[in-house]
């Protein structure tokens, strides 16, 4: 069936490091996809997003690229800030049915 | 704008007692989902409305959970009875429409624990 497979954590960085959180997924037909981040304390929210292959989803200077081809959806960032500590969380839908991985913990030292 | 609300925020009950779950998107949204989120995994879709009804509930363990829009704009998630693994946060969210492209606003979820 349709999964989601993400990069197990916890990540712990330094501030100004470059962040990759791998994200693969499995599906039938053509996904759209999304990465969700849940900041300590407060609700899931979208960080970005991509509906077709090779769109670039982009959202507080993280990005992601939709790759039909490694069926991947990696997160990434330039240079990460405390203020990125959260979970993020990879996800598809297809249909009507919504598929999140595991998440993600991400924790940024100073 | 106001967010999706929830409520209760936290829970504690025995197994073999009901709960329910009650969940106010925003309004204007014609979508509502919810969702179960055990402890180290990601969310798992139960059930999903358009408007009052049901889109999909092919995930909703229907011998115990039941849930209900009825006119369209609020909702409750029933569990009846509960059992020790369905011990989880509850989320509920909403959208515009039912779009592949529209975005999902969530609820701060509502934890429950089943002693």
């Known amino acids: 069936g349709d999964s989601v497979t993400q990069m197990e954590g916890p990540v712990t960085l330094s501030e100004e490091a470059f962040l990759t959180i791998n994200c693969t997924y499995t599906a039938t037909g053509y996904p759209s996809l999304f990465w969700y981040v849940q900041y300590p304390g407060e609700g899931l929210q979208l960080l970005l997003k991509a509906t077709k292959a090779d769109d670039k989803g982009s959202n507080k200077g993280f990005e992601a690229t939709y790759r039909k081809e490694t069926t991947s959806f990696h997160l990434e960032k330039g240079s990460v800030q405390v203020s990125d500590s959260a979970v993020y969380f990879c996800?598809?839908?297809?249909?009507?049915?919504?598929?999140f991985g595991t998440g993600t913990s991400l924790t940024v030292i100073p | 704008e106001a967010g999706v609300a929830q409520s209760p925020r936290y829970k504690i009950i025995e197994k073999r007692q009901s709960v329910a779950f009650w969940c106010n998107p925003i309004s204007g949204h014609a979508t509502l989902y919810w969702y179960q989120q055990i402890l180290g995994q990601g969310p798992k879709l139960l059930i999903q409305f358009q408007n009052n009804g049901v889109v999909d509930d092919s995930q909703l363990p229907k011998d115990r959970f039941s849930a209900e829009r009825l006119k369209g704009v609020d909702s409750t998630l029933k569990i009846q009875p509960a059992k020790l693994e369905d011990s989880a946060v509850y989320l509920c969210?909403?959208?515009f429409g039912g779009g592949s492209q529209e975005t999902q606003y969530f609820g701060p979820g509502t934890r429950l624990l089943v002693l």
């Open positions: 996800a598809l839908r297809t249909g009507n049915q919504f598929y």
């Open positions: 969210a909403s959208s």
